[in-house]
């Protein structure tokens, strides 16, 4: 009922079902009373509720993506397999796949005119292999017929079967945009792009994170971690249908692509002006697989002991460098931040050192001021010059006569962000090997 086995993985023979059959009203429910005639309508009321709960529930709180099985493999040369599982799409419903799927590839092939080369070479197609709900009607039973009904049609479909159909779609599996961008910026999953106040906002709060003391980051990221979430929830907005001002009740519309279980590549070798296959290639690591609510506690549990940091009580607490920096156009300042005040005098050309390397060797660049501004807790290095050469090397010493010291507690540096932990005595240097910015423009424009 639920699988389907011919070649080309069509929909159900029978009759699609239409919107009507499985009603969705999460908010509308029916209310009874006593001697109330109820009619087909109060019925679609009464089942469209709960389907409609739980498929907004899902839809938004566990999202679309792979529940189990659905494992894709080639069968034979050119028929793709996928195992019976279960699905959640982006509308909240269950696809279950009962049976074994398969898909004819050569079939599926013969519809795609435009993609082959007309010219007759080796190529390869990239395609993307979804799984869609579908339904169709079943089991006709008698029925009163309807006076209005000038077809007397005295039977009709007393059961709607749910199930699934696979779908191979022409060209790379589109990457949907992952939400909560600020709590994935938090965490480090997301980079912040060039216009993307959000992920400078989560990025800001990050270097606010790192810059307690390790026994207080649990703490300080939970905090954070609630408001960015809070600021990332404000900002979704269900789909709207084009040219409807009022939006839907779920994340996306029912027209986009279903549940992604696999790309694949199809290799096609051309003989005697006949394209043949030679491979086919499914990868899963497209897909989105959602993991139960236990398996995340635990694995909650095993990145905890870095977070809570054992050997919080071994680090005196000093600031640390983060591991980012910033040019400007002409490669004469340099700067970056600490994650915590430091004493203004401690920042001088004696605890910073810029060298690069030549074939010769290194080289010791000229630094004509150190400036550090508390507020943003920026460090910007002035040079006589730009680097002489392409790989450059930043020292900010954590050791030695001369390191730089931290304001509260008066420590000194203990080095890059996420290094090990530094004493009251002697911290660590931060060290990072960087690009000569005027060096990657000259090489980009070759």
Known sequence: MTSQTDAAAEPCACESCSATDLPVNPFLALRVAYGMLLGEDDFRTLMGNPRGKQMLHAAWLHGCGVVWGYRVSVDGERTLKVSPGLAVDGLGRELLADASLCLDVRQWLTTQHAAIDETCRTQTLHACLVARHDCCPTTPVPTLADPCDITRKHDDY?????????????????????????????????????????????????????????????????????????????????????????????????????????????????????????????????????LPSSAVQELTCAVSPALLSQDATADAGGPRVIPEVEWNEDATMLSFWVTTPVVHGSLSRRAVQLTSLAERGWSEEDIDSVHYDESELRVTLTLAAPPANELVRLMVRGTGSAPVFGRDPRVPLAGLVGGPPGDANDGHDAVLTLRNPLTDETEGME
Request: proline fraction near 9%; charged fraction near 30%; hydrophobic fraction near 40%.
């Open 158 to 290: 007393s059961r709607v079967v749910e199930g699934v159909r696979l779908e191979l779609r022409l060209g790379r599996c589109p990457v949907r945009p992952r939400p909560y961008h600020r709590v994935r910026v938090l965490l480090g999953l997301d980079d912040v792009g060039s216009d993307d106040p959000a992920g400078e906002e989560a990025a800001t709060a990050l270097r606010s994170v790192l810059g307690r003391r390790p026994d207080g980051r649990p703490a300080a990221l939970l905090r954070e971690f609630r408001r960015m979430a809070s600021e990332d929830a404000a900002d979704l907005v269900p789909a709207t249908e084009p040219g409807e001002n009022w939006p839907t009740l779920f994340p996306m519309l029912d027209t986009e692509p279903g549940v992604v279980l696999a790309g694949v590549e199809i290799d096609l070798l051309d003989r005697d002006g006949c394209s043949e296959i030679t491979g086919v290639r499914p990868d899963c690591g497209a897909r989105v697989t959602l």
